[in-house]
């Protein structure tokens, strides 16, 4: 069965840089989330999309920000990155009551 | 306050036995799912069981039952027949506003509950 797909897996940037994590959900689902866990936490919920809309924020900061295309892939933009960005982030999705995770990516800011 | 609380950081069975890992939420919504995830030394988030706060009956999805004490506000998750495969790290979430059948919030985790299976 097809699963969420996330790119890249790993991404190493430094400081002050940007990056851009991608997710493409399940097909048909219709909505998608971002998680943040940092080493040794729990999930912590950022953004979440359902049908191309923002339905749900979280915890983000102002530095990051997410979009859902018309094709339900997403993106997270994360700007002026910092040590504490560190973490692993996963996108799910979810089309009715389970919520499936993808593999994640781990981003290490240097 | 902590909605979802994992009161064993950690937890050890013998490889065949069952284990029971244990989950208390807070929540005032009548309606809210519970979820139970396995995210291995890996790093994946593996979904597992759900059970929704109307469902009159356990979840079940093979060796993983859920253990719902509504009253006591509780979701253990029972592995039977455990394998060394089993350890990981489990973590219990919940959904608040879940609408008996589909929803679409956010997942509030516990800390998580680190399974070891001894041979």
């Known amino acids: 069965a097809a699963g969420v797909i996330q790119s890249p897996r790993h991404l190493i940037k430094e400081k002050r840089e940007t990056a851009t994590l991608k997710c493409y959900p399940i097909?048909?689902?219709?909505?998608v989330y971002w998680y943040q866990q940092g080493p040794g936490q729990d999930p912590q919920f950022l953004i979440s999309?359902?049908?191309?809309?923002?339905?749900d924020k979280g915890s983000i900061p102002d530095r990051f920000s997410a979009q859902q295309f018309s094709d339900y892939h997403s993106e997270l933009n994360m700007s002026s990155l910092e040590l504490g960005d560190s973490a692993l982030y996963f996108c799910?999705?979810?089309?009715?009551?389970?919520?499936?995770f993808g593999p994640g990516t781990r981003l290490t800011v240097t | 306050a902590q909605k979802i609380t994992q009161t064993q950081p950690g937890m050890f069975v013998q490889e065949k036995e069952a284990v029971t890992l244990d989950c208390t939420y807070d929540?005032?919504?009548?309606?809210?799912?519970l979820f139970w995830y396995k995210q291995p030394s890996s790093g994946e988030m593996i979904f597992l069981i759900y059970?929704?706060?109307?469902?009159?009956q356990n979840a079940t999805e093979g060796r993983y039952s859920l253990n719902f004490q509504k009253a006591r506000k509780s979701a253990n998750l029972v592995i039977s027949a455990s394998q060394l495969g089993d350890s990981a790290m489990y973590f219990c979430a919940m959904r608040e506003g879940d609408a008996g059948g589909t929803s679409y919030g956010k997942l509030t985790f516990g800390q998580g509950t680190i399974l070891t299976v001894h041979p």
């Open positions: 059970q929704g706060s109307y469902d009159q």
């Open positions: 929540t005032s919504d009548p309606s809210y799912g």
């Open positions: 799910a999705s979810s089309l009715g009551n389970e919520q499936y």
């Open positions: 097909p048909r689902h219709d909505t």
């Open positions: 999309f359902y049908e191309k809309m923002q339905s």
